[in-house]
DNA sequence: ATTGATAATGAAAATCGTTTTCAATAAGGA
DNA sequence: TCCTTATTGAAAACGATTTTCATTATCAAT
């Protein structure tokens, strides 16, 4: 009941069902928080906040949950390189925007950004469609970032 | 004496030197193996095949060797998504292909692929200068890589 | 060549994100 | 409501990487 937003009537439960997992509260509370909160959280920022509000829903479940999720495609799994994962929720109802990531390699900042994804888009469908061809390989998804150093850091000398 | 391959008087030496780093032993058998291997191992693959021939070198200098190595730019460091980390040289003195990486999420096969690269470089440098100016990140590296099925797990009927 | 300051090394222990184990609990079809 | 079984949480295990620290090796100065 404190989960709902009124964008759907739980529209992920069908989605459940579908693949044969039943619908908890750890589960509905961990894809709430994700709906409404920022973005690459680390395993353990998404326990904490959930925490808050679920004091009894363990870190093994978020993690549990958290693979089930990426599996089903309902979120994305990112490395930052910081030697711990990154969960984003692929697109709510309301849908996001496609955007990916500047990384700073000195602070470890994380920038969005949605620009060039048209001309990104482009190139990617070519580049799918050939390399399904030329390698018979079945290309699913996708990962582009771009390493360096943000303002602040250059600024600092750099790393 | 083993190591040099006739291809440059020990290119990196300077490189080593500039930075403020020894040349020793155990580096100089970490590049020579790197130059003539394979690509994407791991630190463990490269302990085990620098470790028959010098058997006293220890995977923690494997560790801080490449860490170096990486941070010097002399190697890439890949997160393939299977917990370990991989690195490759960047290129040798012969110059190896700029290439990309298809990984199949079922098996973990990895394929190089050099194709549309020059599509590829252009819109980067679209998409780098737009970004520097938006953003004023400095970027100084992207990953670009592709995940899906392998022909084989696609007959095997996927994962 | 010898020396000396100190960077680099290896073994073992520590770290830390993530997984596994297992007994207890809860979801949801009957 | 009952019953099967998926799900859970706590603790232990795991595994890649890092740290610690005493020893060794590099190399600039002699």
């Known amino acids: ?4 937003r009124g964008f759907g009537p739980m529209w992920w439960h069908g989605r459940f069902r579908g693949c044969g997992y039943r619908v908890t509260v750890p589960r509905e509370a961990i894809l709430d928080m994700l709906s409404k ?6 395993a353990e920022d998404i326990y ?3 925490h808050t509000r679920y004091p009894a829903i363990g870190l093994t479940t978020i993690y549990r949950t958290l693979d089930i999720l990426a599996n089903m495609g ?9 030697g711990r994962a990154r969960y984003e929720l692929v697109e709510g109802p309301k849908g996001k925007m496609h955007h990916h990531h500047l990384i700073c390699t000195s602070c470890n900042r994380i920038i969005d950004y949605t620009d060039f994804i048209d001309d990104e888009v482009e190139l990617l469908k070519r580049t799918e469609k050939g ?14 970032q771009f ?11 750099g790393d």
């Open 37 to 42: 909160s920022d973005k690459h959280l680390s």
């Open 1 to 4: 009941m404190p989960m709902s």
């Open 74 to 82: 309902l979120i994305f799994k990112f490395d930052f390189g910081d």
């Open 147 to 157: 390493y360096g150093l943000c303002e602040k850091c250059q600024k600092k000398g």
């Open 131 to 144: 390399l399904l061809k030329k390698y018979n390989f079945k290309i699913t998804n996708h990962l582009i």
């Open 48 to 50: 904490m906040k959930v």
